[in-house]
């Protein structure tokens, strides 16, 4: 965006001057005076747009790994009396 700014930048100070009429006479340095002002102009606009400094490139951070300690757990068989006699199931036990 920048390089773009800076040619409609010069391509307008270049073809200013060729387009408005020129008087016909310039008295008391007035040809130096427009020269003087054209490069102080072109130096404080050449002067703003390089003085930006780039963007940082991104950063990534990795996040840090997480551990997680799950529970010893075990299956263990039960017996149990269902009214009609004695049965048996597994059952999941953690600690």
Same mark, same amino acid.
């Given at each position: ?20 009429? #020129? ?19 072109? #130096? ?52």
């Amino acid at each position: 965006m920048g390089k773009i700014a800076s040619v409609i930048v010069a391509v307008t100070l270049a073809t200013g001057p060729l387009l408005l009429p #020129a008087p016909a006479a310039a008295e008391n340095g007035q040809i130096a005076a427009g020269v003087v002002g054209g490069l102080i102009g072109g #130096a404080l606009i050449g002067g703003a747009l390089a003085s930006r400094p780039p963007p940082p490139p991104p950063v990534y951070y990795e996040p840090a790994p997480v551990y997680v300690e799950e529970p010893a757990c075990r299956v263990v068989g039960e017996r149990y009396w269902d009214g009609y006699g004695w049965a048996y199931h597994r059952i999941r036990v953690c600690d």
